[in-house]
């Protein structure tokens, strides 16, 4: 790189020169381009995934996983009209705390709210989770996962 002229030596230190700055600035404007790009796609898959689960909801609705997963994903959920009464989480530290606005509670509490369907966020746990709600309460909720 030095004898690209992106890199100097000064003083037995290597140091970036003027023409290394260009390429940098050009590398990191390109970088923001792509992120753009990515944002982009994510808010079309968002709006796609979101559209199919509307069909299958029945209102109102609880969120299962309090993670950030489900930070990137619920905006795009408010703005379709679904409405959340709760988000459960099996973490005891996460429980009895707001998440989104949204009080998180622990699935045996589930049966205080008026919930007709589940909403898992998890994508590594989206089965265990699934069979959790199925064995501790069998055939109650609509449940339905946001990533499959």
């Known amino acids: 790189m030095i004898n690209d002229g992106v890199l100097a030596e000064k003083d037995e230190i290597i140091v970036l020169t003027l023409k290394g700055m260009d390429c940098l600035n050009r590398h990191y404007i390109d970088y923001q381009i792509d992120l753009i790009s990515l944002s982009k796609n994510l808010g ?69 709210y008026d919930v007709k369907t589940i909403l898992i966020s998890s994508i590594e746990f989206q089965n265990k989770i699934k069979d959790k ?13 946001i990533f499959d």
């Open 44 to 112: 079309s898959f968002y709006k796609d995934k979101i559209s199919e689960l509307v069909k299958k909801v029945e209102l109102p609705a609880a969120l299962y996983g309090a993670s950030d997963t489900l930070k990137s994903f619920f905006p795009f959920l408010k703005k379709s009209g679904l409405e959340f009464q709760c988000v459960i989480d099996d973490d005891p530290k996460k429980q009895n705390s707001q998440y989104l606005h949204l009080l998180v509670i622990d699935l045996r509490e589930l049966t205080n």
């Open 133 to 145: 709600i199925d064995s501790t309460y069998p055939n109650k909720y609509i449940v339905e996962t």
